[in-house]
């Protein structure tokens, strides 16, 4: 990809906007773009920088994020909305063409890596629901204030928030930043190492202190609950390239498969309560380690009918209207409402899959279920609102750690898969 119209090859001290901002080190990538951390010479701080193909798909695709990032900042002046801010953006011109970039302010890792650093097991509850509650203030201010329907929530795309003083960043007091590109290969020099190794022990220290678990990494046993008391968690909602104005939505299929909300797969049309619906299979990660629906197509029946399957064995069956009503409804229903290829149902309801398989206090999994499940609507303009959600005691509960959260064995989730076979789904 890093060929005319593709990424923009990066090296370790280069300069861009006129010298401004100094590349130190690779962040992320994803299709569109590669992330860099970089250091704003002019503000003597470090920031995220976005370089974006430089195809005119990619550029267009990045106007866009521009625009909708713009709208962000514009209406939260004073950043504290739990969504990305834009602090400025460019054009760089390098060998493969053009290439857009966007100048964000430096975050931290995504939710998903924090929940890989717990090894899958799910984070306390008290954690959950903080990180909930921001999630929940951004997609509030997205929905309400600016219209906007994000499209494509996930722990992906949700980073934790750098809450350490940028004047005393731990990056900087062990080593300054590069300034210029490094003599020889660039990627060994010691001042590198040192930023990176800083870079991972910070991720995994806050990883162990959010889990309030050992990290997956071998380090420290968890302290004692006390000690973390206060930890604010402060997560941020990212990427905005593919996010829709309500007022003209335009994709038909839009979400990443396992977050998609079913009126997508319908196609019955959508609105902001499609965030709503990857909202709660995030939340339910959280807390498990597991996602919620992981379809897979089998024999005589695709993806698509195994995801509303698994939706249904969940959540009841989707009522008859709603099954039938959308523009792909025929491929997978019958007029009764049955779907036409996967038969028999294993239903497992949520409060039960949670103490069953995830070892939930009876209270914990009543409780959480509570919340969720009216999120989980297959009527999408039944499920609450963000700033409904907001309102819900669940969120508002801060539990003594019990049972189940504190010794480390009862807490073992297991990890079988869902027992529904593909016998049973074919009716052998
Ligand atoms: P794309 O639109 O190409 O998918 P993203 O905006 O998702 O790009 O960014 C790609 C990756 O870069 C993210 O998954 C994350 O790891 C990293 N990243 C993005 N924005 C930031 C940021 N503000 N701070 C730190 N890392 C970031
Ligand atoms: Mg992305």
Redesign the pocket.
């Known amino acids: 990809s890093y060929r005319k119209g593709g990424y923009h090859a990066v090296r370790v001290g280069d300069p861009f906007a006129g010298g401004r901002y100094v590349a130190q080190k690779k ?9 860099w ?1 970089a250091y704003d010479t002019q503000t003597s701080k470090y ?2 920088l ?1 370089i ?1 193909k430089s195809a005119a798909l990619f550029a267009q ?1 990045a106007l866009h ?1 521009i625009e909708v990032l713009s709208a962000i900042a514009d209406g939260d002046p004073s950043n504290s909305r739990c969504v ?1 801010q834009l602090m400025d953006h460019f054009k760089h011109v390098g060998p493969n063409g053009q290439h857009l970039c966007m100048v ?7 939710l998903l ?1 924090l929940i890989k650093y717990n090894r899958y097991k799910g984070l306390e509850l008290n954690k959950v629901r903080e990180i909930c509650r921001c999630i929940l203030v951004g997609l509030d201010y997205l929905h309400r204030e600016l219209g906007i329907i994000h499209t494509d929530l996930k722990p ?2 949700i ?1 934790l928030a ?1 809450t350490i003083d940028p004047a005393k960043d731990p990056i900087r007091s062990g080593a300054s930043p590069i300034l210029e590109r490094p003599e020889g290969n660039p990627y060994t020099g010691v001042t590198m190492s040192l930023i990176e190794k800083k870079l991972k022990r910070r991720a995994r220290r806050a990883a162990a202190k959010i889990s309030g678990r050992r990290s997956s990494m071998g380090g420290a046993a968890p302290k004692p609950e006390r000690s973390m008391e206060g930890i604010d968690v402060q997560c ?1 909602i ?5 996010t829709c104005w309500a007022d003209k939505p335009v994709a038909e299929e839009i979400q990443t498969r396992q977050y998609r909300a079913p009126e997508v797969i319908l196609q019955s049309g959508y609105s902001f309560s499609v965030d709503m619906w990857s909202f709660a299979c995030t939340a339910f990660e959280l807390a498990t380690g597991d996602m919620m629906f992981a379809p897979k197509g089998g024999q005589g029946f695709g993806e698509d009918e195994d995801h509303l399957a698994l939706m249904m064995e969940l959540l009841g069956k989707i009522p008859r209207k709603i099954a039938t009503g959308g523009a792909r409804s025929k491929d997978f229903f019958d007029k009764y409402g049955d779907l036409k290829r996967i038969r028999r149902l294993k239903f497992w309801p949520l409060d039960q899959l949670l103490m069953d398989k995830y070892k939930f206090s009876e209270t914990d999994a009543r409780e959480f279920a509570e919340f969720l499940t009216p999120i989980l609507d297959f009527a999408p303009e039944k499920r609450p609102t963000a700033q409904q959600c907001l309102q819900h005691p669940w969120l508002t509960m801060r539990k003594q750690s019990a049972h189940n959260e504190t010794s480390n064995d009862s807490n073992v989730r297991t990890v079988e898969a869902r027992v529904r076979s593909l016998q049973i789904k074919v009716g052998k």
């Open positions: 962040l992320g990538w994803g299709q569109f773009s590669t992330v951390l920031v995220a976005k974006q695709a994020e990305v964000l302010e430096f975050l931290g890792d995504s890596r992906e795309n980073l750098n941020k990212v990427d905005f390239g593919n």
